[in-house]
């Protein structure tokens, strides 16, 4: 053969490899949008140190976990989630500048109160201590959720675990300050323990939501499993342990479990009870490996849908179909045309699900869905998720997702927000007041020196039927490093519209592995904040120095508490209006929020309903949508003025002092 034969014969090779790498640097060059620099020059963050219990710096601090023997050779790939990380208002002041933060460096949950805290709101930082229930080590706490789950007005604390089912750390009446021995430990799920051991299910819980799911006024939970109940940290465990049975479509996993209120009391010795509703969620939808959860009302009945972020597989937009005391949720997904990908089809895709946050990023006065996936260059270069609301108004998309059929089109490479690594959470929220929403996302994986990407790409080719055998994975060991050099990605809006990551220009880009994100006003001057929860890292709170801030309405949506009146100690102005939205409407558009009780992955956001006003100073139209306390659906019209208004919502609407 000739050299010329030879080389013809390479020619079609040739041209697949040119095309493909000038496809790749297209798309790459499509997030570096211009005009970066300038967009950053109106923002501002200053990293403020965080209060950690006292002598926290001199306890033993892991870098990796101990595991079953099955897992050892991939210890780093099973110690690389954990941390986490709130902001709320667990003094009931009236400010959310409070923090519940798992800190995985010492399997810890700290309490502490944000650097901007007024002096009133500060306390003594705490550990909290699930005991006297069953604890041992093979338990590592992996959220903490604040939430009122006994509707007293006070701020609980919803703690999940690998290795057991979820703590509910009750806040007790007579509690004047927040301290450890201001809240009693209370099974979510009923367990019983005759010898002090720890005889129930052991869930490795990495997603929770909590939500008024069935319109009761109650908040209901939805807690999402990674491994299936398994000794997963106990390095004398059995042998019970698996992995994914496909990079695309596994359903061995843990799963999702759907657990609706059913009873509580307040008082000294708080106590609440929840049922699991078996079946809540179409078996097919709840098996896979859950990495996120959230939820926002889509239709205007008052009851959220949710969206559930999977690894290795589908994600699911379920519909609400709940009524008091029952849930009931279907799936619906997305339709496709024969120029859409199938993983860009709601519902379809094998992408990997980490993150996923609701935010009106259209300012239609419609909600959106951003997705965190994996989006590595040269490693596992999929696609976040931005899915955009396209259905005509809340009427059209009940009946679209009540035939099954979700309206969203996936556009993130078109808003500039397709790739930024190895996603994990995700949060919307308006830092300057504008208007127009910012996406942060979390990224990252497994820090180390050696650099494994061969070794996982040459997995990803493995027969799907050896991936559940944890000895077929390539090794993850301590040195071992899978986009460990990632930092936050911080998305702002461009003059022409598409998003720009400004987060080196705003020198936030601190090169290790995040998890969980949360946002807040932590100060109560309209000024959002942020904090990061790292793995294997310490947290990070981000005080707002933006220049200029434009104008804002943050509201505080209450119900009456379960005692009815004021009450004592940590009790607010009343038990949160969980999943109540706000529309308003000014001459520069439409914006919708919720007060949203808790999701995504690891990370959760304050109660406040926040609408960036930018340069509108007068009032604004706002159209309020809310169950009450008996869980009558109700909507009202009302002309709210700039600022900070605390509303009480029962039948009516109306406006109490701010604390």
């Known amino acids: 053969m000739t050299y010329r034969e030879r080389f013809r014969r390479l020619v079609p090779g040739l041209v697949v490899i040119v095309v493909a790498a000038s496809l790749f640097f297209a798309a790459r060059s499509s997030v570096a949008v211009a005009g970066a620099e300038n967009v950053a020059k109106q923002y501002g963050f200053k990293e403020m140190p965080i209060e950690m219990p006292p002598g926290y710096d001199q306890r033993p601090m892991k870098t990796v976990r101990n595991v079953n023997p099955a897992y050892q050779k991939i210890r780093s790939w099973i110690s690389s989630v954990g941390a986490s990380i709130a902001i709320n208002d667990l003094t009931g002041h009236g400010v959310a500048d409070s923090m519940c933060i798992v800190d ?93 051991k720890y005889h129930g299910p052991r869930w490795n819980t990495d997603a929770d939501y909590v939500g008024d799911l069935d319109g009761s006024g109650h908040p209901s939970i939805v807690i ?100 008091p005391g029952h849930i009931q949720l279907t799936e619906a997904t997305g339709e496709r045309t024969p120029s859409t990908p199938k993983s860009f089809v709601l519902g379809n895709g094998s992408f990997k699900g980490m993150g996923v946050d609701f935010g009106d990023v259209g300012r239609d006065g419609k909600f959106d869905m951003m997705v965190s996936n994996i989006t590595v260059a040269w490693g596992l270069e999929e696609s976040n998720f931005l899915w955009m609301n396209k259905s005509k108004d809340e009427a059209d998309m009940r009946r679209k997702l009540d035939a099954g059929t979700a309206p969203f089109t996936q556009e993130a490479q078109e808003h500039g927000v397709a790739w930024s690594g190895w996603g994990w959470d995700a949060k919307m929220g308006d830092f300057l007041n504008t208007g127009d929403l910012n996406i942060l996302q979390a990224t990252g994986f497994v820090k180390g020196k050696i650099n494994r990407w061969p070794w996982l790409q040459e997995m990803a080719m493995t027969n799907d039927d050896l991936l559940s055998n944890p000895a077929m994975w390539p090794n993850v060991q301590p040195g071992d490093d899978i986009a460990g050099d990632e930092a936050i990605a911080f998305y702002a809006k461009t003059p022409d519209g598409p998003y720009v990551n400004i987060s080196s220009q705003l020198g936030i880009d601190v090169p290790t592995p995040t998890r969980g994100l949360a946002t807040g006003d932590t100060t109560g001057t309209g000024r959002l904040d942020f904090a990061v929860a790292r793995q294997w890292g310490p947290p990070a709170f981000y005080a707002n120095t933006a220049p ?82 008996n869980g009558g659906l109700h909507e009202k019209t009302e002309q709210i003025t700039p600022g900070t208004h605390s509303l009480m919502l029962t039948s009516d609407v109306q406006e109490v002092p701010n604390r």
């Open 224 to 323: 999402g499993n990674y491994f299936p109940d398994s000794d997963v940290l106990d390095p004398n465990g059995l042998k019970n342990v698996v992995m994914n049975d496909s990079l695309s479509s596994a359903k061995n996993a843990g799963g999702d479990h759907v657990l609706r209120w059913q009873q509580s009391t307040s008082g000294a010795e708080p106590t609440v009870s929840y049922v699991e509703e078996k079946g809540a969620i179409p078996f097919d939808a709840s098996t896979g490996w859950t990495l996120a959860i959230s939820g926002a009302d889509l239709t205007g009945d008052g009851l959220p849908e949710l969206y559930i972020a999977n690894d290795f597989g589908h994600g699911h937009l379920l519909y609400n179909r709940s009524t």
């Open 548 to 629: 200029s801030v434009g104008s804002q309405l943050n509201l505080k949506l209450y119900r009456p508490t379960a005692e009815g009146g004021a009450g004592q100690g940590l009790v607010n102005t009343g038990a949160p209006a969980y999943d109540a939205t706000v529309c308003v409407m000014t001459p520069d558009g439409n914006q919708i929020a919720r007060l949203d009780g808790g999701g995504g992955h690891g990370g959760f956001r304050s109660f406040d309903v926040r609408f960036g006003l930018g340069n509108h100073q007068g009032p604004v139209t706002a159209v309020l949508k809310w169950r009450d306390a």
């Open 104 to 196: 995985t460096r010492t399997d810890s949950v700290v309490v502490t109160y944000t650097p901007t805290a007024r002096p009133a709101d500060r306390f003594t930082p705490f550990v909290l201590d699930g005991r006297p229930l069953p604890m041992d080590d093979a338990m590592a706490p992996t959220g903490c959720n604040p939430g009122d789950f006994n509707g007293d007005g006070r701020m609980d604390l919803l703690v999940t675990y690998w290795g057991r089912t979820p703590i509910l750390f009750m806040a007790k009446s007579d509690a004047t300050t927040v301290a450890a021995n201001s809240y009693v430990p209370r099974e979510l799920v009923p367990s019983e323990s005759l010898d002090g």
